[in-house]
């Protein structure tokens, strides 16, 4: 079957699809990546491909965007501007808030608006924040709460995530699916470490006086990408947001359990990429930015491991092995402030970064192996519903999880006010991974967990 799509410049040829009254837009009608015939020779895998790579070149900018007050603020007061540390962990944090409560309506904005206009709409918000750092790099004395109120609206990149995903889950079938989602959320996550390794070089290498004009170069490259998408993406008929399955998710006692777990994996990534370079800078301000974007880089890059080493060994006992690493990584930082060590404070985050991208991949892992475990082997729609539910939990995880990283950010200068210091916070953050070690182990880890057989 081939695909049929209408095109907004010229008058429909024959039918198109199963639209009465078509609307405007490069809409598909009739596409389903599970037909053999269709995927492999009438377009599909092609259309599918297209979509994924534009999807990831717009979640990219979008990560980018969420995390340039990650990088911007210890530039910023470096460059002589008067911000507090605690201040300055508000700036890191409130983009990170911001973007984990706006991933929830950008999961349903999709069926809403279709996946290719959705997609620039939310590429091209992105100029806001971009223009607001801008503004503020040329003005020193913008007051903090607007420097805020600017942050915050890099929350915008935030949610790109949870749209991006779903859109993509609908192009393609199941045995690719995987893989194809896997590619879209690396793809966002390497921006946090771009745009933490990208801001410090154009700015010592004179290509920059500020931080102004890394934020407007971004500009450019955020309406290529809306444009790319209203060339190249597609609209489907059929990626309806399934509020049914999500209000079942929401009723089962382990899409919270595993929300709670991904606070630990995906909160620690997020929240230590965010707070990483302010922590190095104020704690060493001997150190040069352009070392911060590895740990970001290095989460990024073994979060696709994570599910691979889930898929042999479990994603259960990966799981554990990553909050109990998280957990030595934290104790590995608290020595370092003691010994006012740079290289062990340095070697330590890359631990911790490590082990929260391995965990990201092995709790996502998890998902579908814990709704799968009462469906009888055979039975079709039972396993399509278990689909359906795992994509909400999927969702619902991915949002609460981003919440973490605000509570990271608060943790340490909520740490450095009351105490001077950050270990308290990094004691907090140990306690709270060997609580994940426990509740991983008990749940899903140990023999015959949930009642079933299958490796969770």
Request: aromatic share 12%.
């Amino acid at each position: 079957m081939a695909l049929q799509t209408q095109e907004t410049d010229r008058e429909p040829r024959g039918p198109v699809g199963t639209i009465d009254a078509p609307r405007p837009g490069r809409w598909v009608d009739r596409f389903d990546p599970e037909d053999a015939a269709q995927w492999s020779g009438g377009g599909g895998r092609r259309m599918a491909r297209r979509n994924l790579w534009w999807s990831i070149a717009a979640e990219f900018l979008g990560f980018t965007v969420w995390q340039l007050w990650s990088i911007a603020t210890p530039v910023l007061v470096a460059a002589g501007y008067a911000i507090t540390l605690d201040q300055q962990l508000w700036l890191t944090a409130v983009p990170v808030l911001v973007g984990a409560t706006l991933r929830f309506p950008y999961s349903f904005a999709v069926g809403r608006f279709g996946g290719r206009n959705w997609t620039i709409i939310s590429a091209l918000l992105l100029v806001v924040p971009c223009a607001g750092l801008a503004y503020v790099a040329h003005n020193p004395q913008t007051p903090f709460w607007a420097m805020l109120l600017i942050a915050a609206t890099a929350g915008f990149g935030g949610g790109n995530f949870a749209s991006s995903m779903s859109n993509i889950a609908f192009f393609f079938p199941e045995k690719e699916k995987g893989a194809a989602l896997g590619l879209n959320a690396a793809g966002g996550n390497i921006g946090v470490a771009v745009v933490q390794a990208v801001v410090p070089f154009v700015i010592v290498a004179g290509v920059a006086a500020t931080t102004a004009r890394p934020a407007l170069f971004l500009v450019p490259l955020v309406v290529l990408a809306a444009l790319g998408a209203w060339r190249f993406m597609d609209n489907l008929s059929d990626a309806q947001s399934d509020t049914a399955a999500w209000r079942v998710a929401l009723r089962d006692r382990h899409t919270w359990l595993i929300s709670f777990l991904y606070i630990g994996t995906f909160g620690s990534f997020i929240g230590y990429a965010a707070a990483f370079p302010t922590l190095l800078k104020s704690q060493f301000p001997e150190v040069t930015l352009s070392i911060a974007f590895l740990g970001a880089l290095i989460g990024s890059l073994v979060r696709p491991w994570g599910g691979r080493l889930s898929d042999r060994v479990g994603g259960a006992r990966v799981t554990v092995a990553a909050f109990a690493v998280l957990a030595v990584g934290a104790v590995m930082a608290v020595a370092a402030l003691r010994m006012s060590s740079l290289p062990l404070f340095f070697v330590a985050f890359m631990v911790l970064f490590v082990a929260s991208g391995v965990g990201n991949g092995s709790v996502y892992r998890m998902i579908p192996a814990v709704f799968r475990r009462t469906v009888a082997s055979g039975d079709v729609e039972a396993l399509r519903y278990a689909k359906r539910v795992t994509a909400a939990c999927i969702g619902i995880a991915a949002g609460i999880g981003a919440y973490g990283g605000f509570l990271i950010n608060r943790g340490f200068a909520e740490s450095s006010t009351a105490f001077g210091s950050l270990q308290p916070a990094l004691w907090a953050f140990t306690a709270f991974y060997v609580l994940c070690v426990a509740l991983t182990a008990a749940v899903y880890a140990r023999r015959g967990a949930l009642g079933t057989s299958e490796r969770i």
